[in-house]
């Protein structure tokens, strides 16, 4: 019997990773959907979503039900800074909302001015937050565009996150 190693799988064209917890958005341009409904039944403890920017439809977010993956504790969101976006981020990071379990929350290339409900009083959905970092936000009115960092030490459960600058 022999056994296989993969490395990626490719279907309809299209390069899938097949490993989390690094998953990679695909979806080109003749494409109606792109590869991130194949994360509807994953449940990783640390998710890491790059190409955000090729997501086709903020109905595909809200299909793979993040807010339910409870067994995740790390969330990295991530697009890429002055690519084509098929869909408006601010519409497309309110589905994305994480789960409750979130400890650490990353986002990255947000081109959104404001940011949707669970983010302006993100404490109260992620009770549970340790860290957040806010990087590379080009477009947001509501905070400088370097790079932000929020900490919060595991013992204080204070709902208060001090905001602070990170090198």
């Given at each position: 019997m022999k056994l296989f190693h993969i490395k990626e799988i490719i279907l309809d064209g299209v390069r899938e990773p097949s490993f989390l917890p690094n998953f990679v958005v695909y979806g080109g341009d003749g494409q109606?959907?792109?590869n991130l409904l194949q994360l509807e039944y994953e449940n990783p403890p640390f998710l890491e979503i790059t190409n955000l920017e090729k997501v086709k439809s903020a109905e595909e977010a809200?299909?793979?039900k993040l807010v339910e993956k409870q067994s995740?504790?790390?969330?990295?969101?991530v697009w890429t800074r002055d690519a084509k976006r098929f869909v408006d981020d601010t519409e497309l990071l309110e589905q994305l909302m994480p789960p409750?379990?979130?400890e650490e929350f990353l986002l990255q290339g947000y081109n959104g001015v404001s940011f949707p409900f669970w983010m302006m009083d993100i404490t109260t959905y992620l009770h549970r937050l340790n860290k957040v970092v806010l990087k590379d936000l080009p477009s947001c009115n509501k905070l400088a565009t370097t790079t932000?960092?929020?900490t919060k030490p595991r013992a204080a459960r204070d709902p208060r996150i001090g905001w602070h600058y990170e090198d």
């Open positions: 109606s959907s792109s809200q299909r793979i995740m504790q790390r969330l990295d969101l409750d379990t979130v932000w960092s929020v």
